[in-house]
């Protein structure tokens, strides 16, 4: 059959038969749902990438990023929707009983789903408050971990060992988020308790002037070394407290360097890193005599020094 015949027969769809017209809206309604779904995520991919271009930053990157995920879902979630209402009415059944069964169905699960409504709701107040984003270190109810996925069911983290956490959004009372803005590298570092502290605090200062004129770290400090001084008195050690001012999700490497090369300063200069210490006492009888305790060190060129404790 030529071209122009086979034209003709598809134009003159007043011949075509009942089912057949069904058939062909049916392919014509999905054709078009399918294309829409298609054009109007692609539109709100480009709209996205146009904003994180001209707006700029990795955070306004990953909010439209985590918006635009979530809009894409909903836009195929609509249009399929209407489009198995369409389809549903071409085949010749009535959507009116369907759509009374489901309210009656919809309150009765309403009930029974209140966690799953919860759920969505808080879903949608996290993004529109912009409180979690793809791409964030968070730590949500106990778990800490990087925000892989955020829809309006569940958070999606997967933390330092790897392991993948799903936490519904219903659950969600409170999120720590460590991505935004800056952060504090904040050092808590043990000194003995022979050790001068006006002396220690210039060699923690030597290192952070150090790391702030680094080629590799200076540009993830922001601010100057800040030390706070004597943080706690514990049992063995004097514990002094310091902070960097650091760029978002630097604080983890930051302090590891400094830590590092605190070390090294404080072996250079002597100053002792302590460690558990054991005191031992005789004690004391009813008169305020104390017993004799002979003590008796012993060695040899092989072994260490070894304390032995006579009665």
């Given at each position: ?29 999905l ?57 549903l ?21 309403g ?69 935004r ?7 808590d ?10 002396d220690?605090?210039p ?20 601010e100057?070394?800040?030390i706070?001084g004597?943080e706690?008195?514990?049992d ?11 760029a ?21 200069q ?12 005789a004690?004391?009888?009813?008169d305020?005599?104390?017993?004799p ?14 304390g032995?404790?006579?009665?």
């Amino acid at each position: 059959m030529e071209f122009s015949g086979l034209w003709a027969v598809v134009a003159d769809w007043r011949n075509w038969s009942a089912p057949a017209l069904a058939g062909l809206r049916i392919v014509l309604i999905l054709a078009i749902a399918v294309v829409a779904i298609a054009v109007l995520q692609r539109t709100v991919r480009a709209v996205r990438m146009r904003i994180a271009a001209h707006i700029g930053g990795p955070e306004v990157a990953r909010r439209a990023e985590t918006l635009g995920r979530v809009v894409r879902y909903t836009i195929a979630l609509v249009i399929g929707a209407i489009a198995i209402m369409l389809v549903l009415a071409e085949v010749g059944i009535s959507l009116a009983p369907i759509l009374g069964a489901a309210g009656v169905v919809g309150l009765a699960i309403g009930f029974g789903a209140q966690s799953l409504v919860k759920d969505y709701f808080t879903g949608f107040f996290l993004l529109l408050e912009d409180q979690v984003r793809a791409g964030d270190v968070v730590r949500i109810g106990g778990i800490g971990g990087l925000v892989e996925d955020l829809t309006l069911r569940h958070v999606r983290l997967r933390d330092y060992e790897g392991n993948v956490h799903f936490i519904p959004n219903g659950m969600i009372t409170t999120v720590t988020n460590m991505s935004r803005q800056f952060a504090h590298a904040v050092m808590d570092i043990g000194v003995a308790y022979r050790e001068n502290i006006d002396d220690v605090l210039p060699v923690l200062a030597a290192v952070g002037a150090e790391m702030r004129a680094d080629q590799q770290f200076g540009n993830r400090i922001l601010e100057d070394l800040e030390i706070a001084g004597v943080e706690r008195l514990d049992d063995s050690a004097v514990v002094l407290r310091c902070r960097f001012k650091v760029a978002p999700l630097e604080q983890w490497n930051v302090r590891r360097e400094f830590l590092r090369r605190t070390k090294a300063a404080f072996d250079r200069q002597g100053i002792e890193i302590p460690y558990p210490h054991l005191t031992m006492y005789a004690g004391v009888s009813k008169d305020g005599n104390a017993p004799p305790l002979r003590v008796d060190v012993q060695g040899d060129s092989t072994k260490a020094a070894q304390g032995h404790v006579l009665a």
